[in-house]
């Protein structure tokens, strides 16, 4: 969406509105609108230039002013509030109750390390020249100047760790692709999205989108791979709209297609919408999906990379680890790995949200803590409560108490407390929240979204439904219904076929484990 020129008067101020999901839930389309007729109306001259998030979601609609080169910020703006803003002198960056400074400059962006979301809400998505000017492609020209084994060497060294749940590092899943010798070979993304508190892979998709292209054709030329699809949650139209002109203008472009860049390598990219269940983000059933067919899951072995989508090696990758790629292969893997800490290297975009101040995402290096994420970014509870726990990593993660806010985000410090960082997603709730409907809320989401292949997590998770009401109502078989409860939560875990029924377990015993009391109280 290129800037719209809404006047061509000398002093033409540029503009900046997100087009993001979430800002257009709160008004930034209205927002926009609005600056547009008053500017008009005033013979004020503005370039508005939709563009990602910056992810401070409680200040949006955002709107930016270019002033002296630096964008000065000034939000929660609504519609209604722009004629005055204007009034005021807002386009040459006056002072304002809703004035917020420089927005490179305030704190909740200054702290972070932004590496993967470096562009996402600072250029407008779907121009091409933009992401080139601001490092685009500098990646893919690299690898393209590579052998594959280098590439996938490169990647390795990064220490990059697959971010859409496993943590498995990314260079040895590329390796195994690599190592086929076969007539096709896929690269998957999988843009399924589906855990609870998360949505920097649409953020990423909406705000960024050749990042995400870059990122899956430097993993076709490196395993030799032609044929790429983006697997994407049927819930985010705009997404999907970034990206389908995103590829379009790459394809026109030669960025994708035939000879890529000129080198005689293909790599051609679709889109192709989720069935819209939590399943269909486990990787077999995405593949199944991805088929034609019903989303169940598949065994293993053989794994994808072996026999992946229509029987080919398959590189499948969660979009962050995709969209991490461009910038490893344009400053190395040194420059990567030398953030993080122990063996989770490089950053993270975690995302915050449930009762939380300021929600919104936050990409740091791996070491930073629970609590630094939840005050010094999140601002504590919106409420204004004590925040007893966190759960982080979706619905299968592990609810966290405050005794463990010290706990820094590292893959193997979370698995020492019983926890998962999965994708990044922390829903913190406050001192209201009662633990045993938790329990239940997880028993009651694997019902749900169960694929129905394996007995331990379709029934068990029903079963699990009925023992928790059980427990909530009290009574005299509260303490066998307890044991029944942690009987059932084994079998579920050791006994299922995939995570879903798997670590279902993991929030029911982490509320067990550290709120007994909300399990034993009368209601
Ligand atoms: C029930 C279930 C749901 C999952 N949902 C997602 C998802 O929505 N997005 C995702 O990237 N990975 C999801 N995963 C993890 C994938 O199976 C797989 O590990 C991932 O796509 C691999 O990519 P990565 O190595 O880049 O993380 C899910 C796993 C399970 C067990
Ligand atoms: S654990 Fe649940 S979702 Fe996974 S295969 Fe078994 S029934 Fe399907």
């Given at each position: 969406m290129a800037g719209a020129q809404v006047s061509a008067l000398a002093a033409v101020a540029r503009v900046y509105v997100s087009r993001d999901a979430a800002a257009v839930a709160l008004g930034a389309d209205e927002t926009a609108a609005a600056l547009v007729d008053a500017s008009r109306s005033s013979g004020a001259g503005i370039e508005l230039v939709r563009i990602g998030s910056r992810g401070m979601v409680w200040l949006e609609p955002l709107v930016e002013v270019e002033v002296g080169g630096k964008r000065v910020g000034y939000g929660p703006v609504t519609a209604g509030q722009v004629k005055a803003l204007l009034e005021a002198g807002m386009l040459q960056g006056a002072d304002h109750a809703l004035r917020l400074g420089v927005v490179d400059e305030l704190p909740y962006i200054a702290r972070q390390e932004r590496l993967t979301f470096a562009r996402v809400g600072v250029?407008?998505?779907?121009d091409l020249d933009q992401y080139i000017a601001h490092d685009g492609y500098k990646g893919l020209k690299r690898a393209l100047g590579m052998t594959g084994a280098q590439v996938v060497q490169e990647v390795t060294d990064s220490g990059l760790r697959g971010r859409g749940g496993a943590a498995f590092p990314t260079g040895i899943k590329w390796k195994t692709v690599l190592d086929q010798q076969t007539d096709q070979k896929f690269v998957v993304c999988n843009a399924d999205e589906g855990d609870s508190g998360t949505f920097s892979d649409r953020m990423l998709m909406e705000g960024d989108p050749y990042c995400l292209i870059e990122g899956m054709t430097i993993a076709g030329v490196a395993v030799g791979a032609t044929q790429g699809y983006i697997y994407l949650r049927v819930e985010y139209p705009h997404a999907e709209i970034a990206l389908r002109a995103a590829i379009a203008t790459a394809k026109q472009r030669g960025y994708l297609g035939r000879d890529v860049l000129g080198s005689g390598k293909t790599f051609e990219l679709d889109v192709r919408m989720g069935a819209g269940a939590y399943i269909c983000g486990e990787e077999t059933s995405l593949l199944e999906s991805l088929e034609g067919k019903r989303a169940e899951v598949r065994f293993r072995p053989p794994l994808p990379a072996i026999k992946g989508l229509f029987g080919k090696p398959t590189i499948i990758n969660n979009v962050i680890s995709l969209a991490s790629l461009p910038m490893i292969l344009e400053r190395g893997a040194t420059f990567y790995k030398d953030y993080g800490m122990g063996r989770s290297r490089g950053t993270l975009p975690i995302q915050l949200a449930g009762n939380i101040r300021h929600g919104g995402l936050v990409e740091k290096a791996f070491g930073v803590t629970l609590r630094e994420l939840l005050y010094d970014f999140g601002g504590g509870s919106a409420s204004g409560r004590p925040i007893r726990t966190v759960q982080v990593g979706g619905p299968l993660g592990a609810y966290i108490p405050e005794s463990q806010f010290d706990t820094p985000l590292d893959y193997e410090a979370f698995t020492a407390i019983g926890a998962l960082v999965g994708h990044g997603g922390i829903v913190a709730f406050d001192d209201t929240v009662d633990m045993a409907r938790m329990a239940r809320y997880a028993m009651e989401f694997c019902a749900v979204e169960s694929c129905g292949k394996c007995t331990p997590c379709r029934i068990g998770s029903t079963r699990g439904v009925e023992v928790l009401d059980r427990i909530i109502a009290g009574g005299p078989e509260r303490k066998a219904n307890l044991a029944l409860l942690e009987d059932l939560c084994d079998t579920m875990q050791y006994g299922s076929l995939c995570g879903l029924g798997g670590m279902t377990p993991f929030p029911v015993q982490s509320a067990l484990k550290h709120f007994p009391e909300d399990f034993s109280r009368d209601r």
């Open positions: 250029i407008d998505p779907v």
